[in-house]
């Protein structure tokens, strides 16, 4: 049974949170270029990441965290970030439960997409965002790249 619950001022398990993206990010180290901005986390700024957005965390039945979503309201849509599952959970329908949650956050602030950015190399991950309804919205290049280095995908909500 995964639980899905949002990281408030009662959570005091950064050390974890950071191995849990860390962990699930680690796969695009050798694909992705520049490197993800999850190296660039550590436990105070992920503290404050968490205060300045809305995340939510999924727990598993023996308490592990194995999975988190940052959600950061903008003018029209919900920008879904570090959309993280364990290695060893994935395709167990938890990032589901999680993109569930960020659609009835953006819901209850009345806005009607949710956003997100992918790398442009990570194509599985294009087509499994697509299956969940998202499609892409733009191209973007991180500074000083001449080349597209993320795409831009949104789901429109009912």
């Not at 009345?110 to 294009?126: C, D, F, M, P, Q």
Request: proline share 3%; net charge neutral; with cysteine.
């Amino acid at each position: 049974m995964i639980e899905i619950r949002p990281i408030d001022a009662s959570f005091q398990r950064w050390d974890a949170l950071l191995a849990l993206i860390l962990s699930s990010f680690a796969y695009m180290d050798d694909i992705i270029d520049p490197p993800s901005s999850a190296h660039r986390l550590t436990l105070a700024s992920l503290a404050q990441k968490a205060h300045d957005e809305i995340a939510y965390v999924a727990t598993d039945e023996t308490g592990k965290l194995v999975g988190c979503v940052f959600c950061k309201p903008e003018a029209a849509t919900l920008y879904v970030g570090k959309l993280a599952i364990s290695p060893d959970h994935q395709g167990k329908g938890i990032g589901r439960l999680l993109l569930a949650k960020a659609e009835e956050v953006a819901a209850n602030a009345g806005l009607r997409a949710l956003r997100l950015e992918t790398r442009i190399e990570l194509v599985a991950n294009h087509n499994t965002f697509a299956r969940w309804g998202f499609v892409k919205t733009a191209e973007n290049r991180h500074a000083g790249f001449d080349r597209t280095t993320s795409i831009e995908m949104q789901k429109q909500l009912s």
